[in-house]
């Protein structure tokens, strides 16, 4: 059977229906492209596990620890603020 879409100029498509089914394929599964040397495209799906998913964002640099007093502070600093916006 042969299904169809249309390449958009981002490089992207929409998987018709059937394919979706066909795959079993669900929101955040990856889809793999295998080339053939005769230039045959092979298209398999998988579903994404946590770790893969949280392990394609990028890294993020630790932050320095906050002390809850700090946190406190700013809090009350930032209603504080609010209060004075509201009253005038």
Request: hydrophobic share 40%; no cysteine; proline share 6%.
């Amino acid at each position: 059977m042969v299904y169809s879409s249309t390449l958009t100029s981002k490089n992207q498509t929409t998987l018709p229906k059937a394919v979706v089914a066909l795959l079993k394929a669900k929101p955040s599964s990856i889809l793999a492209y295998e080339v053939l040397e005769n230039g045959t495209v092979l298209l398999t799906a998988k579903s994404a596990t946590f770790k893969e998913i949280a392990d394609s964002f990028p890294k993020k640099k630790p932050a320095k620890p906050i002390k809850v007093e700090d946190m406190k502070k700013a809090a009350a600093s930032g209603a504080a603020r609010r209060f004075k916006r509201a009253r005038q």
